[in-house]
């Protein structure tokens, strides 16, 4: 059975900066890498929405990355 092994978590952080000409909403993110692998997601809930509590900018949405390596058992 194969399995990913995750070795990076990223937090964007997406904030509502607004409209363009054509009426389109523009987004704008932070990223804050290298979150702890195995932390508990309310947690990570928490910070993103502390973080994004210290911009001038309404939050849309947190969002999470992950990056891994895809293993196969043996």
């Known amino acids: ?3 990913i092994a995750t070795q990076q978590l990223t ?3 997406k904030l509502h900066a607004g ?3 054509q009426g389109k909403i523009i ?3 932070k990223a804050y ?3 702890r692998v195995g932390i508990d997601l309310e947690k990570l809930f ?3 929405n502390a973080l994004s509590s210290l911009q001038e900018l309404p ?3 947190l969002e999470v990355l992950s990056n ?3 293993l196969k058992n043996l």
């Open 19 to 21: 409209k363009d000409e």
């Open 1 to 3: 059975m194969a399995q």
């Open 33 to 35: 890498k290298n979150i």
């Open 27 to 29: 987004i704008k993110k």
């Open 46 to 48: 928490d910070v993103g």
């Open 68 to 70: 891994g390596i895809l």
């Open 59 to 61: 939050l849309v949405e």
């Open 11 to 13: 937090l964007y952080v």
